[in-house]
């Protein structure tokens, strides 16, 4: 079993930063791949990136590419989203997700934060 916690939202104009934190506990962090999502009201959840067990694979989506960096500490048993250049479409309750096998590319994960708000005013 795996919990997750994110952190770090809130409140940012439009061109602002945001760093979210999710920490683990439970079984060993190493070997999940992680993943943040986010849902916005009255859309479909989105993955938004992804990182491999060892860091040295990252996924990103074309909405967020070139301005969100993941990222993860294993010996912190953290993942992070670093989010610069916000926009209000990347206003949205955003969570992260652990898998502990499958395929890098799926979206069938194991373990769900609670997700976080993050609200981008224009």
């Known amino acids: 079993q795996v919990q997750l916690v994110e952190s770090g939202g809130g409140l940012v104009q439009a061109g602002g930063s945001l760093r979210l934190s999710c920490a683990a506990s439970?079984?060993?962090?190493?070997?999940?791949?992680m993943g943040w999502f986010r849902q916005a009201p009255g859309k479909e959840r989105e993955r938004v990136a992804v990182?491999?067990?060892?860091?040295?694979?990252?996924y990103y989506a074309d909405s967020v590419n070139g301005r969100f960096t993941i990222s993860r500490d294993n010996a912190k048993n953290t993942v992070y989203l670093q989010m610069n250049s916000l926009k209000p479409e990347d206003t949205a309750v955003y969570y992260c997700a652990a898998k502990s096998s499958g395929s890098f590319w799926s979206n069938d994960y194991d373990y769900w934060g609670q997700g976080t708000q993050v609200t981008v005013s224009s």
């Open positions: 990182i491999s067990v060892s860091g040295g694979l990252t």
């Open positions: 439970g079984r060993t962090f190493s070997g999940y791949t």
